[in-house]
């Protein structure tokens, strides 16, 4: 009978896939993990009248400014197939898809093909719709990212199916998952995902750390000048630059890595058990994770040591010998100078060892520590005293409160993960329940976990009254140890109803949409595509005016002259920008505006130039300004 029922299971397993596979894979919906959104951008300057045709349909242009020369379209969340217009007097035209930018001007626009109701068609080379709404065509691998991704993320069309694929795993023995070809499958698939779309240009902090500090030919002393991070990340991209370069894919092979060498980790942490099987699995996909293994700054690292650190603080407790003190001395002084998050996570696993040591062993574990954080000395005394933590104009973030701290929970647990974890703490914390329901194999890792994140989250807490530093997206420096402490919840009970109930809570807590935490790239990407468009539209009287240093913007930017390139103030201010234009001896002044500066702005500089925009994105405008 149970057979049947358990084949039965998985049949409707493989219904359920197909079904939504077949009927409902247009309306899956994926975060891009920290790229723009792929919308569709058209500018359009032209003296005739002018339509539009998405799919032949007709669109209507976007809200404008009247003294704007472009009339400007938007495609948000829609699949695209075709993009027709019905003029032919069109002086230039600038697509935005995804993070690519198209430039047309008119000769380019007249030989555009026309379609069979005889209107001209975008040329092939601008690619729509693939995969899956909301995603422009960024190859097959993009598409299985996305396709693959979406059985997780898109819990209303799988929920079922991946309930009986649990139901089934409960039920069957694997000897498989004795074979480490699960754990290079595993590994396999992780490396697939962040593979994908590793090519979008760098935003600003990426920028700042390959060119300012992490170059191979920048001075040495360049690794000690960011305010916000140590020079650990930097040294390593100082030597990595060196072998491959400065590109986006080379530099971003560096933090893929790190993410990479980090699911093993987590298989190591857990004991080579079968959950570590699933825990290294969740991190594979998980989207957090596949964010900073694609940004070419030092998270992924970070990620990568806290495992370390607590196998090698687990390893001390188990057997405290010098090899295993040594080890730990030397990966926790390079978290030390990591980023200042590494320090918490330190300080926390110092306590647990204090805890757990002997009073012999305590000292040694104290002059480890102590070691270690000394070598972070010479990174706080020249720069990260003075520059970081003591000057509140750098990151001033706001107090954290409670409600911080939970929205944290959420957005790296899902929705429903507190109540989740406060059900199994009253079996844990209660020593009768704990007895009769509670399997202590894997209670340890899971009170190491929960341990780790709320004692992170009170160190943070307190150092906030020196100098807040909170912001959501550090707690991704221990993000297995969020995923260990949910996940591992079904693993602690002994009956097996209750495990597979809290493996479907846990599921659909996890993977139900919730407060994705969306990286800033969205503002301040395409910064390259703003140059380009520059370059093509420009004459010998025209500038740019860039967010960043003269000094950086050059060794990117070859074919830019010095005199071309005039650096505004980071946040814009209005007065600021305008003052600035006026200052300019050139007749045509190029610049990227922030979209909440834009209508005061425009309002402002309209009243002594006539100015004109082209909007990239929902957050990135390139306004031209004619003198």
């Given at each position: 009978?149970?057979?049947?029922?358990?084949?039965?299971?998985?049949?409707?397993?493989?219904?359920?896939?197909?079904?939504?596979?077949?009927?409902?894979?247009?309306?899956?919906?994926?975060?891009?993990?920290?790229?723009?959104?792929?919308?569709?951008?058209?500018?359009?300057?032209?003296?005739?009248?002018?339509?539009?045709?998405?799919?032949?349909?007709?669109?209507?242009?976007?809200?404008?400014?009247?003294?704007?020369?472009?009339?400007?379209?938007?495609?948000?969340?829609?699949?695209?197939?075709?993009?027709?217009?019905?003029?032919?007097?069109?002086?230039?035209?600038?697509?935005?898809?995804?993070?690519?930018?198209?430039?047309?001007?008119?000769?380019?626009?007249?030989?555009?093909?026309?379609?069979?109701?005889?209107?001209?068609?975008?040329?092939?080379?601008?690619?729509?719709?693939?995969?899956?709404?909301?995603?422009?065509?960024?190859?097959?691998?993009?598409?299985?990212?996305?396709?693959?991704?979406?059985?997780?993320?898109?819990?209303?069309?799988?929920?079922?199916?991946?309930?009986?694929?649990?139901?089934?795993?409960?039920?069957?023995?694997?000897?498989?998952?004795?074979?480490?070809?699960?754990?290079?499958?595993?590994?396999?698939?992780?490396?697939?995902?962040?593979?994908?779309?590793?090519?979008?240009?760098?935003?600003?902090?990426?920028?700042?750390?390959?060119?300012?500090?992490?170059?191979?030919?920048?001075?040495?002393?360049?690794?000690?000048?960011?305010?916000?991070?140590?020079?650990?990340?930097?040294?390593?991209?100082?030597?990595?630059?060196?072998?491959?370069?400065?590109?986006?894919?080379?530099?971003?092979?560096?933090?893929?890595i790190f993410s990479i060498f980090s699911i093993p980790l987590i298989y190591l942490f857990l004991n080579k058990t079968k959950f570590g099987l699933l825990a290294a699995f969740i991190f594979s996909i998980n989207l957090y994770s596949l964010i900073t293994a694609k940004e070419a700054r030092c998270y992924s690292l970070c990620i990568f040591l806290a495992l370390a650190l607590s196998i090698f603080l687990f390893k001390i407790i188990d057997k405290p010998n010098n090899k295993n003190f040594?080890?730990?001395?030397?990966?926790?002084?390079?978290?030390?100078?990591?980023?200042?998050?590494?320090?918490?996570?330190?300080?926390?696993?110092?306590?647990?060892?204090?805890?757990?040591?002997?009073?012999?062993?305590?000292?040694?574990?104290?002059?480890?520590?102590?070691?270690?954080?000394?070598?972070?000395?010479?990174?706080?005394?020249?720069?990260?005293?003075?520059?970081?933590?003591?000057?509140?104009?750098?990151?001033?973030?706001?107090?954290?409160?409670?409600?911080?701290?939970?929205?944290?929970?959420?957005?790296?647990?899902?929705?429903?993960?507190?109540?989740?974890?406060?059900?199994?703490?009253?079996?844990?914390?209660?020593?009768?329940?704990?007895?009769?329901?509670?399997?202590?194999?894997?209670?340890?890792?899971?009170?190491?976990?929960?341990?780790?994140?709320?004692?992170?989250?009170?160190?943070?807490?307190?150092?906030?009254?020196?100098?807040?530093?909170?912001?959501?997206?550090?707690?991704?420096?221990?993000?297995?140890?969020?995923?260990?402490?949910?996940?591992?919840?079904?693993?602690?009970?002994?009956?097996?109803?209750?495990?597979?109930?809290?493996?479907?809570?846990?599921?659909?807590?996890?993977?139900?949409?919730?407060?994705?935490?969306?990286?800033?790239?969205?503002?301040?990407?395409?910064?390259?595509?703003?140059?380009?468009?520059?370059?093509?539209?420009?004459?010998?009287?025209?500038?740019?005016?860039?967010?960043?240093?003269?000094?950086?913007?050059?060794?990117?930017?070859?074919?830019?002259?010095?005199?071309?390139?005039?650096?505004?103030?980071?946040?814009?201010?209005?007065?600021?920008?305008?003052?600035?234009?006026?200052?300019?001896?050139?007749?045509?002044?190029?610049?990227?505006?922030?979209?909440?500066?834009?209508?005061?702005?425009?309002?402002?500089?309209?009243?002594?130039?006539?100015?004109?925009?082209?909007?990239?994105?929902?957050?990135?405008?390139?306004?031209?300004?004619?003198?």
């Open positions: 009978m149970k057979k049947i029922f358990l084949i039965l299971i998985f049949i409707l397993m493989l219904l359920s896939f197909f079904f939504a596979f077949a009927f409902q894979r247009n309306n899956f919906n994926i975060p891009l993990f920290g790229t723009i959104d792929s919308d569709i951008r058209l500018n359009i300057e032209t003296k005739g009248s002018l339509k539009v045709f998405v799919n032949n349909v007709e669109i209507k242009p976007s809200p404008n400014f009247e003294f704007n020369s472009f009339n400007c379209y938007e495609i948000n969340n829609f699949p695209v197939y075709k993009i027709s217009f019905s003029n032919n007097d069109i002086e230039k035209m600038v697509v935005s898809v995804g993070d690519k930018l198209f430039y047309f001007p008119k000769k380019e626009i007249k030989n555009f093909k026309k379609d069979e109701t005889g209107n001209f068609e975008l040329p092939k080379n601008v690619k729509y719709y693939k995969n899956s709404a909301y995603i422009t065509d960024k190859g097959k691998l993009h598409g299985f990212f996305i396709n693959f991704l979406s059985i997780f993320y898109n819990p209303f069309y799988f929920i079922l199916p991946i309930i009986c694929l649990i139901l089934l795993l409960l039920n069957f023995k694997f000897n498989l998952f004795k074979n480490n070809a699960i754990l290079w499958g595993i590994i396999l698939l992780g490396l697939i995902l962040r593979f994908s779309d590793l090519t979008p240009n760098f935003w600003s902090d990426e920028l700042y750390t390959i060119y300012m500090a992490g170059r191979f030919d920048a001075p040495f002393l360049n690794t000690f000048i960011d305010p916000g991070n140590p020079p650990l990340y930097f040294i390593l991209s100082k030597i990595w630059t060196g072998f491959f370069g400065v590109s986006p894919l080379a530099a971003r092979l560096l933090p893929l040594i080890y730990y001395f030397l990966i926790s002084t390079l978290a030390f100078n990591c980023h200042f998050y590494m320090a918490f996570v330190l300080f926390a696993n110092f306590i647990f060892g204090e805890i757990f040591l002997n009073q012999k062993n305590k000292i040694k574990f104290l002059l480890v520590n102590f070691l270690s954080f000394l070598t972070l000395l010479p990174y706080l005394f020249v720069t990260g005293l003075k520059k970081g933590l003591m000057n509140k104009s750098f990151n001033n973030f706001n107090f954290p409160d409670f409600n911080f701290y939970i929205d944290v929970i959420q957005k790296y647990q899902g929705k429903f993960s507190i109540f989740i974890i406060l059900f199994a703490l009253v079996f844990v914390l209660c020593p009768k329940l704990r007895e009769k329901f509670i399997e202590n194999e894997n209670l340890k890792h899971f009170n190491y976990s929960i341990y780790l994140i709320f004692s992170t989250f009170i160190l943070t807490f307190l150092f906030s009254f020196i100098r807040p530093i909170t912001k959501d997206f550090y707690f991704v420096s221990i993000l297995p140890f969020f995923l260990i402490s949910l996940f591992l919840i079904p693993f602690l009970f002994k009956n097996k109803k209750l495990k597979a109930a809290l493996f479907i809570l846990v599921i659909i807590s996890y993977f139900a949409p919730n407060n994705y935490i969306k990286r800033e790239r969205a503002r301040l990407l395409n910064f390259d595509n703003i140059v380009s468009y520059y370059i093509k539209d420009k004459n010998e009287s025209s500038a740019l005016i860039v967010p960043h240093s003269k000094e950086m913007l050059p060794l990117i930017y070859k074919n830019l002259s010095a005199d071309e390139l005039v650096v505004c103030p980071l946040p814009q201010e209005k007065n600021e920008l305008i003052n600035l234009i006026k200052n300019i001896n050139k007749k045509n002044i190029y610049l990227k505006v922030e979209y909440n500066v834009l209508p005061s702005f425009l309002i402002e500089i309209s009243k002594l130039y006539k100015a004109s925009f082209i909007r990239l994105d929902k957050d990135v405008i390139i306004l031209k300004v004619f003198k």
